[in-house]
């Protein structure tokens, strides 16, 4: 290669300009070995100049070029016919690449002859002495570029054989550059050690980077995107003076699920069909609720009201609050919580919040898992009212940047009023829901023990769906679960 | 193999030669077969029932792919998808010089996108699932009083009152949708054109499920009419009398009636009131399990009629729309391949007695849950309608017919006015149906004012009052301190003051009320375990591991043969009703989720580093039948070499960081099968096990289709 250049360079001293397949006949080597010198000299900065000029040119195909190197299959197939003995047809079919066209080849120009009635099998014997194979020659000079010497009717042959074939090639109209030179210094790509070491770096010249390249990526771990956006919300509940409720529970009895609630025993979210039920640990006893009276105060207000309630009217029974199941909502850690805030001696106001996991028996598919995050805030307080809970859902979303929102009135089984809350896509261009809320229901908070007077008021959504928008995500299974794509964890 | 298809046909329908048709044919071979390896991967992994990942079977197709064919990037944008799909379908036509494999493919693109979009609903978080109603504009105009009005108003109006307008429509595009644009012009005239809104409604109000009590509350609601008082009446010849048999108590032992004299239906009436009835029966009746309604032509019956309950083979009738009698034992069998009914049959299906309605002659009316009797259907012409309601629960079943003839009593020749019916139990107890109750409730004008954050003068008794009226809740001031609100029957939703408190909210508008923080003072303050994980997580991540996320419930097989575990030494949660195997048992470990998430990323450039902080769930020991969450760190080192080394580094700074002091934790060389045999250890903290460490077995890799080593450990950070 290095020698290659040099004497390109050396050409190019001596005849100022000339074009890469003077060039190639002149060297003696390949058009794309040229081709490939000049590219390297080029890379070196402005010693030579080099246009390209397209032709049409004939050039090698694949076969062609194994022709060019190993001869053409009648003249493979010639020298492997021992002279005298021949040798049976069947091996030399079997032995020799692409025999079949070299025989055939080898056949039609009488340099050998099949004897059909020798013994043990058809038997080729040699004809002449020795081949020129002109096939091959006229590749070689193809591939050397020198066509002037082919004939119309051998380039005619070499086409219908399939071993040229029209191509463009692209030809290169070389000549001195500004900064032509004879010799070419290698240029350094990396400082190193040694060259500090030894002070050779003042001598040396070094290659330009390519600063268009991208870097090599750090070798570096990454947080979940949702519980990236989890932290943030955890951030903006503490800054609002919320405690996080212990939420690690994800088996609930039905009793603080659903009873504890309000929430009555032929509700439809109850059915198999919503919730995931267990038959391993199937049922919890309610000892500790049954000892204070808070499991018949419970009873009391499902079956006959109270409270100020006429309640649901209905058979409640205690076997139905005893089943186990994967909490469909953190409201069921609310309600425990709360519970224990009745048991204080002196009530006080308290903010908690929660963001856990939650569980549904949903069929899975793009926007539905069976267990996703919800998040959830409440303010227990003497004398709160809808403004209050319309004020905080307010400053909560403001912390997140969400500016326009509007309240609907809706239906939850255990607040009342509820409202759910609308925020403006801009995107979208529409109203979009995203929470829902509420004051919880008497029903569920003075079986409890509260006072009269205090009133809980709450909200909740779901993580994933502020995260999905956030980072663009479509398919909730990209971002939950074993399918999880890593690299958009790496990238997000 | 998606991408270079639509640059084809993007390319327009130039005719394309040989070579082209042949290239195809690969390309579509090769996309099947990468359909197929999928399948197989994701099967061979235990695979999750992933929908969009996993190429349909018929089609061969990923979600993707189907999506960069037709060249959509939002599935919502339904319009988009018909348009492009319409226009590759015909530019890739034979005729056309178009190819057939192109059109499949386009097709099969389509198939598959409609397959997702039929999965697709909203976000699930809180909302139940609301019943719909749908309402011709014409009848919401003419109710409304206006000549016409927006959309956007009436999506405006729907929101204020809590109702969500859902889709406008019209018969012929719900036909179109349901079963092709083909099918619809097909029908040409008979369907109509005209607008319908589709109105979901709250759950809880019965008395919004047909048009005719929509477009009533939204009338009162706007003050353009006054709420209607209903009254039950006793004919002054006597009362129809309905007796019930004792045998009834075995299977359903209430049954309420009422009577609906001289109605005169219009088709479109009529059809509204067999929609509420189906409504009822979805809802509040609970798939006819709690209440099942019947209703009959009076001017063919005979009363008094009887309730009773009989072996299936003792009742026989013509049941409706049959030309035929069957026995009750022949019809649970006709009924069993009957998409509608055979959801109802298990309700009375193993009794031994099933419960019929009979009148005077013996003519069965119905058989409650089931089918009504032929011979007194109702039609168009019916003028008198009596109706049954059979039921496990008395209560509802007074509300059901409460509702239904409310709603329908408008029709009558004297509007409001129902006719009562008398229901004679065993014991000698006769109760007179409907009940019709108005029920007085006084409460305290404070109260509401405290509730919606107004003082005395921002909001009057009299303004309360107003207010309320228009929510269908007639309240009246009894003193300055109180007002005393009539519930009609029409709201059995209404439990507690707080109900009443709701709707004057709504009467206000909530977007009205002023906005104000609560004055509570807290501080705040975290889980100690969880500001602990968050510690965790950073550092792990900052020793280069990267964390996943996975499910928390998985299958048995995940847990135990998996990592090589026996079954019953886990004490694991087992869930009764999963919809698919994926969801057995909660996970006692984070090492399935983590492994199959290395499984399903084996492409990306190795090592694999990842970690995972989450619960897992353990039955408890003791008797209380409930189950604790415990939290676990769990990471996985994959590559070309176990990674032991690299896994246990990440323990010893993980002990270094939680301020544990080189002396009080050790490795212990142990045997757990998930492991490679002396390649695992015990981590031992003051001399109790804490977690494992160790290089994975290769039989563990196997099971999660693993062809790397790889090393582990599990940490129990409690």
Request: aromatic letters at 8%.
């Amino acid at each position: 290669m290095e020698d290659l250049r040099s004497n390109i360079l050396a050409y190019i001293h001596k005849h100022e300009t000339c074009s890469s397949t003077e060039l190639c006949k002149e060297m003696n080597v390949e058009h794309q070995k040229i081709v490939g010198a000049l590219n390297s000299i080029l890379a070196f900065g402005e010693i030579i100049s080099a246009q390209p000029e397209v032709t049409s040119r004939l050039e090698l195909t694949d076969e062609g070029r194994q022709v060019a190197d190993h001869g053409s299959h009648e003249a493979v197939l010639f020298a492997s016919v021992p002279a005298g003995d021949g040798a049976p047809q069947s091996e030399l079919m079997k032995s020799v690449p692409n025999a079949k066209i070299g025989f055939s080849k080898a056949l039609a120009n009488r340099w050998i002859r099949l004897d059909k009635s020798a013994p043990g099998g058809p038997r080729v014997y040699r004809q002449v002495e020795s081949v020129s194979d002109r096939i091959r020659h006229c590749l070689q000079m193809v591939a050397a570029l020198s066509l002037d010497s082919l004939t119309a009717e051998e380039r005619a042959e070499l086409k219908k054989r399939k071993l040229v074939q029209e191509g463009r090639v692209t030809v290169y109209r070389v000549a001195k550059g500004p900064a032509f030179t004879l010799t070419l210094a290698k240029e350094e790509t990396e400082l190193t050690a040694e060259m500090l070491a030894t002070g050779v770096w003042q001598t040396l010249t070094f290659k330009a980077y390519n600063f268009k390249a991208l870097g090599q990526q750090p070798d570096c771990g990454h947080l979940h995107p949702l519980l990236k956006v989890r932290a943030e919300f955890r951030q903006i509940f503490l800054e609002m003076g919320f405690q996080e409720m212990p939420t690690n529970r994800y088996v609930e009895s039905s009793f603080w699920n659903f009873d504890a609630l309000f929430q009555p025993q032929q509700h439809p979210a109850r059915d198999a069909h919503d919730t995931f039920f267990l038959t391993e640990p199937a049922a919890c006893r309610l000892d500790a609720e049954q000892a204070d009276g808070y499991l018949a105060r419970v009873k009391a207000v499902h079956s006959n009201g109270g409270y100020g309630s006429i309640g649901y009217n209905y058979d409640w029974k205690e076997s139905e609050a005893q089943k186990n199941i994967l909490r469909t909502h953190t409201t069921a850690v609310s309600a425990r919580m709360l519970y224990q805030l009745a048991q204080q001696p002196q009530f006080q106001p308290t903010k908690y919040f929660s963001i856990d996991r939650v569980f549904r028996n949903e069929s899975l598919d793009a926007t539905h898992l069976a267990e996703f995050h919800q998040i959830e805030g409440l303010v227990a307080d003497y004398n709160l009212n809808l403004c209050h809970l319309m004020g905080i859902i307010r400053e909560f979303f403001h912390k997140l940047g969400i500016r326009r929102l509007r309240f609907k009135p809706a239906y939850n089984p255990y607040t009342e009023p509820s409202m759910e809350i609308f925020s403006y896509h801009e995107g979208l261009g529409k109203w979009v829901e995203i929470g829902n809320s509420g004051v919880f229901r008497p029903e569920m908070l003075l079986p409890m023990g509260l006072p009269e007077s205090v009133s809980v008021i709450a909200w909740g959504l779901s993580l994933e769906r502020p995260t999905m928008i956030k980072y663009g995500i479509n398919n909730i299974r990209d971002l939950i679960g074993p399918k999880v794509d890593l690299k958009m964890i790496c990238d997000s | 193999v998606g991408r270079s298809i639509i640059e084809i046909i993007l390319l327009g329908s130039r005719v394309v030669g040989r070579a082209f048709a042949a290239a195809l044919r690969e390309e579509y071979a090769a996309s099947q077969q990468a359909a197929k390896n999928r399948q197989q991967s994701s099967s061979s992994s235990g695979g999750d029932s992933d929908q969009s990942g996993t190429a349909s079977a018929i089609s061969g197709l990923s979600l993707k792919e189907a999506m960069q064919i037709l060249h959509v990037e939002n599935l919502e944008d339904k319009s988009r998808i018909q348009h492009q799909y319409d226009h590759l379908f015909g530019v890739n036509d034979r005729k056309k010089g178009g190819s057939f494999y192109l059109q499949a493919k386009v097709f099969r693109a389509k198939e598959r996108i409609d397959q997702e979009i039929g999965q697709q609903t909203v976000d699930p978080t809180y909302s139940q699932r609301m019943p719909v109603v749908q309402i011709e504009k014409a009848a919401l105009c003419q109710c409304l009083n206006r000549k016409d009005f927006t959309d956007e108003e009436v999506d405006e109006l729907c929101f204020e009152f809590g109702l969500e307008l859902d889709e406008v429509t019209s018969e012929r595009e719900m036909l179109a949708k349901e079963q092709g644009d083909a099918k619809a012009a097909q029908m040409g005239d008979q369907l109509s054109d005209a607008v319908i809104y589709k109105i979901e409604v709250p759950a809880n109000r019965y008395d919004l499920l047909c048009v005719e009590g929509l477009s009533r509350a939204l009338m009162v609601f706007q003050s353009l009419a006054q709420p209607p008082l209903y009254k039950a009446v006793q004919p002054a010849a006597g009362m129809q009398q309905m007796r019930v048999a004792p045998s009834t108590a075995q299977i359903r032992p209430y049954v309420v009636c009422a009577m609906l004299r001289n109605l005169s239906f219009t088709p479109a009436s009529y059809k509204s009131f067999i929609d509420l009835q189906d409504k009822l029966h979805q809802t509040i009746c609970r798939q006819r399990s709690l209440v099942a309604i019947g209703t009959h032509d009076f001017d063919t019956l005979t009363g008094p009629f009887l309730y009773e309950a009989l072996p299936p083979s003792d009742i026989v009738f013509k049941p409706l729309n049959q030309t035929k009698e069957f026995s009750a034992v022949e019809l649970m069998q006709l009924y069993s391949g009957e998409s509608h009914l055979k959801a109802y049959l298990p309700i009375i299906r193993d009794s031994p007695v099933y419960p019929v309605i009979k009148d005077a002659n013996g003519v069965v009316l119905s058989m409650p849950p089931i089918i009504n009797g032929d011979h007194s259907k109702i039609t168009l012409n019916t003028k008198n309608v009596f109706i049954e309601a059979t039921a496990t629960d008395a209560h509802k079943a007074s509300v059901v017919l409460d509702t239904l003839v409310c709603a329908f009593s408008q029709y009558c020749s004297e509007q409001f006015t129902v006719e009562a019916v008398q229901v004679n139990y065993p014991d000698g107890r006769a109760s007179i149906y409907p009940s019709l109750a108005y029920r007085q409730v006084d409460i305290q004008v404070d109260y509401l004012r405290k509730g919606v954050g107004r003082s005395d003068s921002q909001l009057t008794i009299d303004e309360i009052c107003n207010r309320l009226t228009r929510m269908c809740l007639v309240a009246k001031a009894t003193s300055d301190a109180t007002v005393s609100v009539t519930v009609p029957p029409t709201r059995h939703d209404v439990l507690h003051p707080c109900d009443v408190l709701e709707d004057l909210a709504i009467a206000i508008g909530y977007n009205n009320l002023e906005m104000s923080l609560p004055p509570t003072l807290c501080t705040g303050k975290q889980q100690p375990l969880n500001s602990l994980t968050d510690k965790l997580r950073l550092e792990v991540a900052f020793a280069g591991f990267t964390e996943c996320l996975t499910f928390a419930l998985c299958s048995e097989k995940d847990i135990s043969e998996r990592l090589r575990l026996p079954l019953d030494s886990l004490p694991a949660v087992r869930i009764a009703n999963p919809k698919t195997l994926e969801f057995q048992v909660a996970r006692t470990s984070l090492l399935p989720g983590i492994l199959k998430t290395v499984h399903s990323n084996r492409s990306l450039p190795l090592p694999l580093k990842l970690f995972e902080i989450q619960d897992v769930v353990y039955k408890s020991t003791d008797s209380s039948g409930s189950a604790v969450n415990s939290r676990q760190l769990a990471a996985v080192y994959y590559g070309k070499s176990s990674g032991f080394e690299l896994i246990h580094g990440l323990m010893d700074r993980i002990m270094q960081v939680l301020g544990v002091p080189v002396d009080q934790y050790k490795l212990s060389a142990t045997e757990v099968a998930t492991y490679f045999t002396g390649r695992c250890a015990n981590v031992l903290y003051k001399g109790s096990p804490v977690g494992t460490i160790g290089v994975l077995h290769p039989e563990t890799l196997a099971q999660f289709d693993l062809t790397l080593p790889a090393s582990a450990f599990v940490f129990d950070v409690e």
